[in-house]
């Protein structure tokens, strides 16, 4: 009986190595796991921050557009009510394919739906408006091609200019509605020139900076079609020892582990 029993043990063990490999390629947040093998961009902390910092208010409908792993999407299922419906749109089908087995993996795999699509496309046919839309853009001038396609599409405008952008997002955005997103630090203040001309307004821009007395090299942004009073705020990430500063683990402790 009990060589029985230790054989049963055996097999039940072997079995639960069989079923739960040890996860390779990916990132390890407090309530879920991105996988990112099959991404042309991994996940960064470009994402992480966007993720965190995004406006979401009362948003009760959520748009991420070029959702790549889904790391965003997935971020913002945690913060948002659990009502809340979040779409994610990608244009490559192998990212795409790897977001929807870490949407359905994760805690919230009601709330969000994922579309192999052009952003074009979904905002000429699709007929919601949304409270909240994040996205991690594009934002290289055409120049010379990476490895692959998907990598090429990921990085450089070549596939969805700025102002592409923003005729998607004007078509998307409902009344009221933020439209938040990351860019280098450059960049980000032509798009904002941009996007005032075409009747945008900023409601929100956090600049940021690797430590405080290094330039900054990424700005988050938050714009909308309203009239509003413009809030600016600094971040430095790191102190001088290379540890994170206090307002950066703020802002990521309920998604890093062990902060």
């Not at 060589?3 to 039940?12: G, K, M, N």
């Not at 390890?28 to 994402?47: I, N, P, S, W």
């Not at 089908?93 to 699509?117: D, F, G, M």
């Amino acid at each position: 009986m009990l060589r029985q029993f230790c054989l049963l043990v055996a097999i039940v063990s072997n079995q639960s190595k069989i079923k739960q490999p040890p996860r390779r390629g990916g990132f390890t947040f407090k309530q879920f796991f991105v996988a990112h093998d099959r991404c042309a961009m991994k996940v960064g902390t470009d994402g992480v921050l966007l993720g965190a910092w995004a406006l979401l208010g009362q948003a009760r409908r959520l748009l991420d557009i070029g959702c790549g792993s889904g790391l965003i999407a997935l971020m913002l299922a945690q913060r948002a009510a659990a009502e809340a419906i979040i779409d994610a749109v990608e244009l490559d089908s192998e990212a795409a394919a790897q977001a929807r087995e870490n949407v359905l993996e994760s805690p919230w795999p009601q709330k969000i739906q994922v579309y192999t699509q052009d952003i074009h496309y979904f905002a000429r046919h699709h007929t919601h408006c949304y409270d909240l839309i994040v996205s991690n853009p594009p934002y290289f001038e055409p120049a010379v091609a990476c490895r692959d396609r998907a990598r090429t599409n990921a990085r450089y405008t070549e596939t969805l200019t700025h102002d592409a952008l923003l005729d998607c997002a004007e078509r998307l955005i409902a009344e009221g509605g933020h439209f938040c997103l990351i860019l280098p630090y450059a960049i980000g203040e032509a798009f904002e020139v941009n996007a005032h001309q075409r009747g945008w307004y900023s409601a929100r821009r956090l600049n940021i900076s690797d430590q405080a007395e290094t330039l900054r090299h990424r700005m988050l942004l938050a714009l909308t079609r309203n009239p509003v009073e413009k809030e600016e705020t600094e971040l430095a990430i790191k102190l001088a020892d290379g540890s994170y500063t206090a307002d950066f683990r703020q802002l990521i402790t309920d998604f890093y582990l062990n902060y």
